[in-house]
């Protein structure tokens, strides 16, 4: 296994440019005054990285990542591996010593972000990370994700820069260091995120807010996400922002049933939440959550709960028969009036959406995790929080509840409470956690106390 690696990395050398193998030189330790390949399982990548991964400006391909990488792309001081890289990128992926883990493409990059079909492996950030997946607005391309990428696209709560989008785009899309959130595009997303050129407003994740997607009132275009998008765009338990609607939208806000999403509507929404019949339980939502499940594969202007829900959803006790926000909530995702698309989520979500340590209600995720808890029927592993929650899930004293699992659970998936984003598993994830079996990997997440391994 080690001598394909060697191969692997001796190949790329031999094949980059000259920064590449500059770059090579530094990284890879000498003991017998020549450059020597660390051995890939013992090597890992501490905060003070001496290089850090960057595309040159003069690359005119794109990123690839090899069919043959089977395992984790994992850009943390917990790597346990190298990234391994075609050998057609003509520059140098680096990791920064300032940042422990960010991938960034320079301003000249004409081509795309892609990851192949094949990779198994995950893209992740730690939670430590400074950094942030950084799009110039030279690219003339757009963000790609290939249907069978099993890994996602985070941004850590610590992000202090942005993602910006090509150059038609006027503005940017700026997630401030204040927001723990990210955007996620799930493995299933067959296409990309299209932002059309006509959008003169900007899409801004701004310091100021406290977290929601904010699309400007100028926008001429719309927020366009494919049918067969299956990822969301999520704002961590301690945003007490959400999704806001203007007011001046004429049409619904509809969600699709191909992407597994929420939406959420704020305390402004003069309508309904009107659910189904074949909800199997009941939605309670405590007056301070800033947020809520919404499963549904038919929204036609109101939230629809999809039988397939096997938890509870909890209504508060304040509310009477249709469902109110706390008036805590200061934030919520705007759309511009100019908007005609909707946000389209899917039926498939089988689990829950657990909120912020506010939640009075139910399981409380740990402050810094930017995302939100998924598990499925198929998840074979136990979802458990870290030492800050001594090993299982704390219920809140109000739930009467309380956290079930399916009844094919038998390993531990434990989430450290730094964690900023979620494992996710398998090119089959269509908006939740479902592990492939072609997947024979441990994906180790660390912390202070302690450590898991889970063996899909």
């Known amino acids: ?34 450059p020597k390949l660390l051995n890939l399982r013992g090597h890992q990548q501490s ?21 043959a990488i089977s395992g984790n792309l ?27 883990g960010n991938l960034r493409l320079s301003p000249a990059i004409s081509g ?15 939670p430590a990370i400074s950094g942030y997946l950084r799009l110039s607005p030279a690219i003339s391309g757009s963000l790609r994700q290939s249907p069978a990428i099993s890994g996602n696209l985070r941004l850590s709560p610590a992000v202090s820069g942005y993602l910006r989008l090509f150059p038609a785009i006027s503005g940017n899309l700026r997630q401030s260091p204040a927001i723990s959130g990210n955007l996620r595009l799930s493995p299933a997303v067959s296409g990309y995120l299209r932002l059309f050129p006509a959008i003169s407003g900007n899409l801004r994740l ?11 009132p100028a926008i001429s275009g719309y927020l366009r996400q494919t049918p067969a998008v299956s990822g969301n765009i999520r704002q961590s338990p301690a945003i007490s922002g959400y999704l806001r609607l203007s007011p001046a939208i004429s049409s619904c806000f509809r969600r699709s049933p191909a992407i597994s999403g929420n939406l959420r509507l704020s305390p402004a929404v003069s309508g309904y939440l009107r659910l189904f019949p074949a909800i199997s339980g009941n939605l309670r939502l405590s007056p301070a959550i800033s947020g809520y499940l919404r499963l549904s594969p038919a929204i036609s202007g109101y939230l629809r709960v999809s039988p397939a ?35 389209r989520l899917s039926p498939a979500i089988s689990g829950y959406l ?19 808890l998924r598990q499925s029927p198929a998840v074979s592993g136990n979802l458990r929080h870290s030492p800050a929650i001594s090993g299982y899930h704390r219920l809140s004293p109000a739930i009467s509840g309380y956290l079930r ?14 964690i900023s984003g979620y494992l996710r598993l398998s090119p089959a994830i269509s908006g939740y956690l479902r592990p492939s079996p072609s997947i024979a990997v441990y994906f180790r997440l660390k912390h202070p106390f302690q450590s898991s391994q889970v063996k899909v």
């Open 1 to 34: 296994m080690v001598k394909s690696h060697l191969d692997i990395i001796g190949y790329i050398i031999s094949r980059c440019s000259e920064d590449v193998r500059i770059w090579s030189a530094k990284c890879l330790s000498s003991r017998e005054g020549r």
């Open 309 to 343: 829900i096997s938890g509870y959803h909890r209504l508060s006790p304040a509310i009477s028969g249709y469902l109110r926000l706390s008036p805590a909530v200061s934030g919520y995702l705007r759309l511009s009036p100019a908007i005609s698309g909707y946000l």
């Open 74 to 100: 994992r850009l943390s001081p917990a790597v346990s591996g190298y990234l391994r890289l075609f050998p057609a990128i003509s520059g140098n992926l680096r990791q920064s010593p300032a940042i422990s």
């Open 206 to 216: 701004s310091p100021a807010i406290s977290g929601y997607l904010r699309l400007s």
């Open 354 to 372: 657990r909120l912020s340590p506010a939640i009075s209600g139910y399981l409380r995720l740990s402050p810094a995790i930017s995302g939100y």
């Open 112 to 126: 795309n972000l892609r990851l192949f079909p094949s990779i198994s492996g995950n893209l992740q950030q730690s």
């Open 405 to 418: 699992l399916s009844s094919a659970v038998s390993g531990i998936l434990r989430q450290s409470p730094a």
């Open 47 to 67: 905060p003070e990285i001496s290089g850090y991964l960057r595309l040159s400006p003069a690359i005119s391909g794109s990123l690839r990542q090899s069919p």
